[in-house]
């Protein structure tokens, strides 16, 4: 029995509905982009801000954290002490929040939850991804977005997320020796593959 | 409806079982070593050849066929034209075999079959994976290997895979944009597994 499911995705691969779909199927709280509120309050950093120290991450912030240069990324305290980089404090939060509604059986999508929790062992670990033609497809049909749009997030997406996993864990994003299963949901299907994770979940 | 499910596999993930078990539920066709006795008939090649090749390759066989080398693996035809290198020549056989063998709906093991019949559409390729303790446990439980040759084993059968599959591919062994489905056998289990995959197949 799995009291959590962790579900990581590309950009347009429907990780999200498999995701809503598993937990109604088991009767589960659901969260992806709410994680982002609730730490934003928890620590008293604003959503805007969460949003924006996200998308601005680089490469190079384990560079500058290692290299002590912390201050062009960070801000001081009111005392002046306990300096950390923002976009760690943000992770904290984040960390934070999937700790407290791991308590409970959910499905976290994203946030690198599946890392937050690796020391569980009643944890289910997906990913899910697909071609890039379904997921501009996919894209166009649930975003709004344009083919060319669709392709440009895609791209972007991708890589922030690379990036998001390797600066906040030692883990590689979309390495199979982290996963249970991965699913192409293109070939599989939403619904199928929701049915499966659910199954399994159950044993 | 998928007529051919390819499974490519890590040592001692239950690839081959799985595969077995898929081709009894669906009613296939089952395919692994016997393909490189198939291809050894067919063109000529002894069976013993073919498997010394296959543990003989190394990364600079395609360096070396790009350099014009090929005489140093390769050997003369009877009137001196037609220098193929002998490890290519496997590889046409055992392609060869592949392609005979999937005129009827069948499950292979191995061999680079995804790749064989990558203009297919009614392919399902799949990827079994597993932790290294649950491999070596389960080398030892099938292949009576001890615990430390277990360990060895999963090494060299892992790295000579990748390298089979990058030398007569473009393509990286388990790189997940070329399977639909990769799954933890360990995690999943044999049977969730195989039933899983045959009910994706019958779609």
Chains 1, 2 share one sequence.
């Not at 049909?141 to 791209?155: F, N, P, V």
């Not at 883990?171 to 929701?194: E, F, K, P, Q």
Request: hydrophobic share 35%.
């Amino acid at each position: 029995m799995k009291n959590i499911i962790t579900i990581g995705r590309e950009y347009g691969s429907g990780g999200r509905t498999i995701g809503k779909k598993v937990a109604e199927l088991l009767g589960y709280d659901y969260y992806d982009r709410e994680l982002i509120d609730e730490a934003a309050k928890e620590s008293g950093l604003s959503a805007e801000f969460i949003e924006k120290t996200e998308q601005s991450l680089t490469g190079s912030f384990l560079y500058n954290l290692a290299m002590g240069n912390s201050y062009s990324y960070g801000m001081l305290s009111p005392t002046g002490s306990n300096v950390l980089p923002l976009t760690m404090q943000v992770f904290l939060a984040q960390q934070q929040a999937v700790l407290k509604f791991a308590e409970k059986p959910c499905v976290i999508v994203g946030r690198c939850a599946d890392y937050i929790l690796r020391d569980r062992d009643d944890v289910l670990k997906i990913f899910v991804y697909s071609t890039e033609e379904k997921r501009i497809e996919r894209a166009v049909k649930e975003y709004g977005l344009d083919t060319k749009k669709a392709r440009e997030q895609i791209t972007r997406s991708d890589k922030g997320r690379a990036r998001h996993y390797s600066t906040f864990t030692d883990w590689d994003w979309a390495d199979r020796s982290h996963y249970d299963l991965m699913l192409n949901s293109g070939v599989i299907g939403i619904d199928a593959a929701a049915e499966f994770i659910a199954t399994i979940a159950k044993k």
